[in-house]
Structure formats: structure tokens, C-alpha cells
């Protein structure tokens, strides 16, 4: 969870640096585009941030005291530890 956060977060973050500086943040002496290209990748890298999110809703629903209808009745779905090993791990 920690990752997802912080990739994102990486990459919002030095698009705004972009946006404030500018058109002069393309050019190569400011250093944007390198650091852009890494905060890119990283999301996808090391099995993904969508993937860990699939991963982290299939747990959710896997579980026999999820409530199907929680998000209409505006009920708080907490993710536990113990969502992580409901069938999400390949044996």
C-alpha cells in the first residue's frame, strides 16, 4: 500500500514541479525529463500498482463476512492482513 502511495504521489508531484516551472522544464539542463521518466516507470514496476490494487480487492471480496452491498449502504470496508492470503497468492 505503501508504494502505491508513494509512486503516485512521486509522479503528481514532479508533474506539478513541471507545470510551475513551465515550458523551460523540457529542456535538458533542468533535469525534468529523466526524473519525470522514473517517476513513470516506477508504478509499473515491481508487479505494478494496479496489480497490487486487484490483488488487494479480490481479498476483500473473497472474504464470506464481505457485505456485497456495503459501498450502497455507505458502510467502511476495512482491508486486514488476513485479505492478503484469501486465494491471492499463487502456491
Known amino acids: 500500500m505503501d508504494k502505491i502511495q508513494v ?10 514541479c513541471m507545470q510551475i516551472v513551465g515550458v ?9 525529463g529523466k526524473i519525470l521518466r522514473e517517476a513513470a516507470v516506477l508504478p509499473i ?3 505494478g ?10 481479498g476483500i471480496l473473497a472474504d464470506p463476512q464481505f457485505n456485497p452491498r456495503a ?4 458502510e467502511y ?3 486486514e492482513k488476513r485479505h492478503e492470503a484469501i ?3 499463487v502456491a
Open 24 to 32: 523551460n522544464s523540457l529542456e535538458t539542463q533542468a533535469g525534468f
Open 77 to 79: 470496508v476495512k482491508f
Open 49 to 58: 500498482n494496479m496489480g497490487m490494487q486487484r490483488r488487494r480487492v479480490h
Open 71 to 74: 459501498l450502497m449502504e455507505d
Open 7 to 16: 509512486t503516485e504521489m512521486m509522479f503528481d508531484c514532479v508533474y506539478k
Open 87 to 89: 486465494d491471492t497468492v
Open 45 to 47: 514496476y515491481d508487479g
